[in-house]
């Protein structure tokens, strides 16, 4: 009775028709919690903020602890889908490549060390400014800058975000903090965002109230996930609907650095090329690449993923949060792929609580605008493989 129960649930959480089978799995997947990015926090507002005892950016305690929770739910689920053994797989079985950044490797180690326990998975990483994961500008051309500055500029100037400014600059206390004092730039309503300069090697870049509400808001969320008492998140300043109008400003933030098409297709490219090798010319089981939410927002929107909602979320690329690619065989010898974001909910990251066939992470799916999906969530894989010989 309980594993029929069992299969249920699992059925529902993740409903893949019977005849299909699980050949491989590519995750890409962004790092798990960390400590705030940015040093000038103290700046922006007069109100304290609480310690962290990590070093800025890095994983924390609770992060490796949330990332082996997604380990061992993943090696479970790959197990009952018979994609994986139980026990250790085989060597050429699994590839693990991180990012060479700290939070990143951490967070690759910390989901192995759950999936695989004792099995000496190695976890490849390229060097301090790979590639791959470098959300870089490639493009050294003038009209290329043009295109990319106006395109950034209509996305600013369609968004309308006063009243999460003005929620914000509250909470914040902002008509105090040494900035205002300082530069005289006091209102993030009517304050100047700034496209800063396009260049080769580097991050597309806003200064302005909007950059200055996304690292206010980050070290929130981040506050929130570790763990930290709500008097210390945020002052104590949140609940539901403030969270998701002060998200708002970060989902803004992001649309105007990350979301421009032809902006997003030339930073993601190394990416979208190293995964497309592993797509068409590559059969390991489970690949698993460990990067950042500017990975991810850069290669959906390069990629040309219909727009989505992640629901139990305020983010478009949460935390520890997991594009999957599965390719699946039916009985007709016919190929599928199904792409699902599999991340934990934020109350699931905060509790921190166990995730298991029973108790899942979220699964949700998504679709590629030239690969349609049926009810189910499948697309042709050689409609797939198509689409991916054009980059
Ligand atoms: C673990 O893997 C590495 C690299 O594949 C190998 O050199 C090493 O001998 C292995 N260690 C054990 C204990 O199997
Ligand atoms: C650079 O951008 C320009 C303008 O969009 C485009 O015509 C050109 O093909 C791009 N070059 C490369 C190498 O992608
Ligand atoms: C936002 O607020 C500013 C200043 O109060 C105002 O000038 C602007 O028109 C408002 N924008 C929108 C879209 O309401
Ligand atoms: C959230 O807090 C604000 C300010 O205290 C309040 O006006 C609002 O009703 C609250 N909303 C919810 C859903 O609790
Ligand atoms: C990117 O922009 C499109 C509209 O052009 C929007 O629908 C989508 O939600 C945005 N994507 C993200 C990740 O915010």
Same mark, same amino acid.
């Given at each position: 009775?309980?594993?029929?129960?069992?299969?249920?649930?699992?059925?529902?959480?993740?409903?893949?028709?019977?005849?299909?089978?699980? *050949?491989?799995?590519?995750?890409?997947?962004?790092?798990?919690?960390?400590?705030?990015?940015?040093?000038?926090?103290?700046?922006?507002?007069?109100?304290? $903020?609480?310690?962290?005892?990590?070093?800025?950016?890095?994983?924390?305690?609770?992060?490796?602890?949330?990332?082996?929770?997604?380990?061992?739910?993943?090696?479970? $689920?790959?197990?009952?889908?018979?994609?994986?053994?139980?026990?250790?797989?085989?060597?050429?079985?699994?590839?693990?490549?991180?990012?060479?950044? *700290?939070?990143?490797?951490?967070?690759?180690?910390?989901?192995?060390?759950?999936?695989?326990?004792?099995?000496?998975?190695?976890?490849?990483?390229?060097?301090?400014?790979?590639?791959?994961?470098?959300?870089?500008?490639?493009?050294?051309?003038?009209?290329?800058?043009?295109?990319?500055?106006?395109?950034? *500029?209509?996305?600013?100037?369609?968004?309308?975000?006063?009243?999460?400014?003005?929620?914000?600059?509250?909470?914040?206390?902002?008509?105090?903090?040494?900035?205002?004092?300082?530069?005289?730039?006091?209102?993030?309503?009517?304050?100047?965002?700034?496209?800063?300069?396009?260049?080769?090697?580097?991050?597309?870049?806003?200064?302005?109230?909007?950059?200055?509400?996304?690292?206010?808001?980050?070290?929130?969320?981040?506050?929130?996930?570790?763990?930290?008492?709500?008097?210390?998140?945020? $002052?104590?300043?949140?609940?539901?609907?403030?969270?998701?109008?002060?998200?708002?400003?970060?989902?803004?933030?992001?649309?105007?650095?990350?979301?421009?098409?032809?902006?997003?297709?030339?930073?993601?490219?190394?990416?979208?090329?190293?995964?497309?090798?592993?797509?068409?010319?590559?059969?390991?089981?489970?690949?698993?690449?460990?990067?950042?939410?500017?990975?991810?927002?850069?290669?959906?929107?390069?990629?040309?993923?219909?727009?989505?909602?992640?629901?139990?979320?305020?983010?478009?690329?949460?935390?520890?949060?997991?594009?999957?690619?599965?390719?699946?065989?039916?009985?007709?010898?016919?190929?599928?792929?199904?792409?699902?974001?599999?991340?934990?909910?934020?109350?699931?990251?905060?509790?921190?609580?166990?995730?298991?066939?029973?108790?899942?992470? *979220?699964?949700?799916?998504?679709?590629?605008?030239?690969?349609?999906?049926?009810?189910?969530?499948?697309?042709? $894989?050689?409609?797939?493989?198509?689409?991916?010989?054009?980059?």
């Amino acid at each position: 009775m309980l594993t029929f129960f069992v299969i249920l649930l699992v059925l529902l959480a993740q409903a893949v028709p019977e005849n299909l089978k699980l *050949q491989r799995v590519v995750v890409l997947s962004r790092h798990n919690v960390r400590s705030p990015l940015s040093e000038h926090l103290a700046e922006i507002t007069p109100r304290p $903020w609480p310690h962290w005892d990590e070093k800025s950016g890095y994983l924390t305690p609770k992060g490796v602890y949330l990332e082996g929770l997604m380990g061992d739910f993943f090696s479970k $689920w790959l197990q009952n889908e018979g994609l994986l053994p139980q026990g250790c797989p085989e060597k050429d079985d699994v590839f693990v490549y991180a990012n060479s950044k *700290q939070r990143t490797k951490v967070t690759a180690r910390a989901f192995i060390l759950k999936a695989f326990p004792e099995c000496n998975v190695t976890i490849h990483v390229g060097d301090k400014s790979d590639p791959v994961f470098s959300p870089f500008i490639h493009n050294n051309t003038d009209a290329f800058r043009k295109e990319v500055v106006d395109s950034m *500029q209509q996305i600013l100037d369609s968004l309308n975000l006063n009243s999460s400014y003005e929620l914000l600059e509250n909470i914040l206390d902002y008509k105090d903090s040494d900035i205002c004092k300082t530069n005289h730039k006091c209102d993030l309503e009517t304050d100047m965002n700034k496209i800063n300069e396009i260049a080769v090697g580097k991050k597309p870049t806003v200064s302005g109230p909007l950059k200055i509400c996304n690292t206010a808001i980050d070290a929130f969320k981040m506050e929130y996930y570790n763990g930290f008492s709500l008097p210390d998140v945020a $002052w104590g300043e949140l609940n539901n609907s403030r969270w998701e109008t002060l998200s708002k400003l970060m989902e803004g933030y992001h649309n105007v650095i990350f979301n421009s098409t032809i902006l997003a297709k030339d930073i993601a490219l190394p990416l979208i090329k190293y995964m497309k090798d592993i797509f068409i010319n590559k059969n390991t089981k489970f690949t698993l690449l460990m990067g950042h939410d500017a990975n991810i927002l850069t290669f959906v929107t390069g990629m040309r993923f219909k727009p989505y909602i992640l629901p139990n979320q305020y983010e478009k690329a949460p935390i520890g949060g997991k594009i999957v690619f599965q390719k699946w065989l039916n009985t007709n010898g016919e190929y599928f792929l199904r792409i699902q974001y599999v991340y934990a909910s934020t109350n699931q990251l905060r509790v921190g609580s166990k995730l298991s066939l029973v108790k899942p992470p *979220q699964f949700k799916v998504l679709e590629l605008e030239d690969c349609p999906v049926n009810n189910e969530g499948f697309c042709p $894989w050689e409609t797939f493989e198509k689409l991916l010989r054009d980059f």
